[in-house]
């Protein structure tokens, strides 16, 4: 055989390799596409024996793996395996589910009819049933190993028992008859969540778990009826270092984040209902935001650190940080209506830097939505607490403040802050202190000093500032390849705002000289200092402003006026012509270039 015959035999067989490779990956990718979302640790550590028969039914008769119902047959395609499995487990089970517990709805209905259940009966019935199938989903799936299917039976169980407990005290008629006081129905309902968290947590079955602090926060919310102001909420308090607790030994970030807002809606209801002492509100509030404090914390302390955990418990601080500075914020002015408003949220705000500290310090790995949230809430509470020109200087300060220190500790979450609190800075100059403030005046020069002149005059040179300081700086924006300049942003947001500064303030002939000036300046500015970006922002307000006297000036004003606007207007055009020509110099095609 020559050289060339065993070279395509050895194609031929990497090919063969590589074929069967593919099909394997093809194969598992497929069996994946049915999991939930993938996460790394105890959450996605369940069994995955639902595509493969129990080892006691593999060892007997005569030796060889009979098929059951959940063992996949190998030589069937992929597709089909797939909706094959997806509607003889999940559809069917779900279906099944649903049927029985219609099914046993029917047959009390029919023992009620027959005279043979009272309340109690059904009460009982109800949850000796759930109990069993509680008791017998979690028997399939821990010593059978048929893992999706047995915990579908359990949360059904799981569910039967509750309801049927709850109708103890939730149905008036029930009530009446059996004579239940709602504390010993809290209890009951209370140890069933309990017993049903710790097996879930037991069993990895973060699903189950899931279901039983729903059904948890819907016992709190039952405990409204009792018309105290302490059962409730301390409830709440409880269900949630309840999961703080289980996060410690399984990080199923899922349910922490998904606890956040029925905990807070719980609260709403209950403020509302029974409207407490602000002091108790104000501690149950603080005592819950602490909690989910310590829970995120312990979350980020667990092993997982893949993105999808990342993602669910920078969610979990800004829940907990909005829901918590709201709320606190209504709280705390009825109970000191001395305090300055916003002094809830900058509170807020505080904790979230020391909980960005301290996730930084002792974990290595600093929480970046809190560092983010604890400059954006730093700075509502500043405009919240300052009248409209304080709060503009105020949120300036803490602009400047932010970016130094995210940028001397390389504090990225900060720094994303800064350039948010930029963001509304603006927003803020623009609808709030162009309205509120008073306009320039000779005859009222307090007023003047602290008006809108004086806004937005520092404004503009904060923003100058602040590009020249960043320089040749820049920044990496996700989902973007390249690098943006950080510089660029804040010196055209300043010739934005004088721009808009010169509008405000003058008018007519008047407006259309200082913006030609403006121009005019910016364009020798860059000339000068050979700065292209100035050179660009000077023709851009040079372009607006021949735009308003060729549509506008030609319009609206007088003939005097009119006439002005031209003669000015052409004048620092043809300068600035000049400048431009005298600047390219002997090449001007390379000056240009450069």
Known sequence: MSDDDDLEAEVRDLRAEVDALQTRI?????????????????????????????????????????????????????????????????????????????????????????????????????????????????????????????????????????????????????????????????????????????????????????????????????????????????????????????????????????????????????????????????????ATFAVYAAGVYVLRASDRTDRWHRRLVEATTGLNAVFAAILLEGV?????????????????????????AVTGSRLGQQDSAAGMLAVVLLAVSVVLAADPFFATAGLLGLLCGALALGFRRDARAVRIGGHLVAVGTVAKLLAVDATELPAFSLADPLATAMGRPAAYLLGIAVFYALGRWFGGASTTVPGIDRELSMAAPYAWTATGLAVVFLGLELSGAGLSVAWAVLGLAFVGAGLAFDARSRRLQGVVVLGLVTTKVFLYDTQGLDTLARTLSFLVLGGILLVASYAYARWQGEEPLKRLSG
């Open 332 to 356: 705390v002015r009825r109970l000191i209506p001395t305090a300055p408003d916003g002094v809830a949220v900058g509170a807020v705000g505080l904790a979230l830097v020391g909980v960005y």
């Open 26 to 286: 093809t194969a598992l990718e497929s069996k994946l596409d049915t999991d939930p979302p993938p996460s790394v640790g105890d959450e996605t550590a369940t069994t995955e024996a639902d595509t493969a028969a129990p080892e006691s039914e593999a060892t007997h008769g005569s030796g060889t793996a009979p098929e059951t119902g959940e063992t996949a047959d190998s030589d069937a395609p992929v597709d089909e395996r797939n909706w094959e499995r997806d509607i003889g487990m999940k559809w069917l089970g779900g279906v099944g589910g649903l049927a029985l517990v219609v099914g046993v709805v029917f047959f009390i209905r029919l023992a009620i009819e027959a005279g043979y259940l009272g309340p109690l009966g059904r009460v009982l019935t109800g949850t000796a049933g759930g109990l069993i199938l509680l008791a017998g989903g979690r028997y399939a799936a821990e010593r059978q190993g048929y893992d999706r299917w047995g915990r579908l039976v359990a949360g059904t169980g799981l569910a039967i028992a509750y309801f049927s407990v709850y109708a103890a005290y939730g149905f008036e008629s029930y009530r009446a008859a059996i004579g239940a006081p709602l504390w010993v129905v809290l209890l009951v309902l209370t140890a069933l969540v309990a017993a049903t968290a710790v097996v879930s947590v037991r069993d990895h079955a973060p699903a189950v778990a899931g279901e039983a602090f729903l059904l948890g926060y819907v016992t709190a919310y039952v405990g409204l009826d009792a018309a105290s102001f302490v059962v409730s909420p301390a409830y709440v308090v409880l269900l949630t270092a309840g999961l703080v607790t289980i996060a410690a030994v399984r990080p199923w970030s899922r349910l922490v984040l998904g606890s956040v807002l029925p905990a807070y809606v719980l609260h709403i209801a209950w403020m509302n209902r029974l409207e407490p002492p602000e002091a108790v509100a104000t501690a149950i509030l603080t």
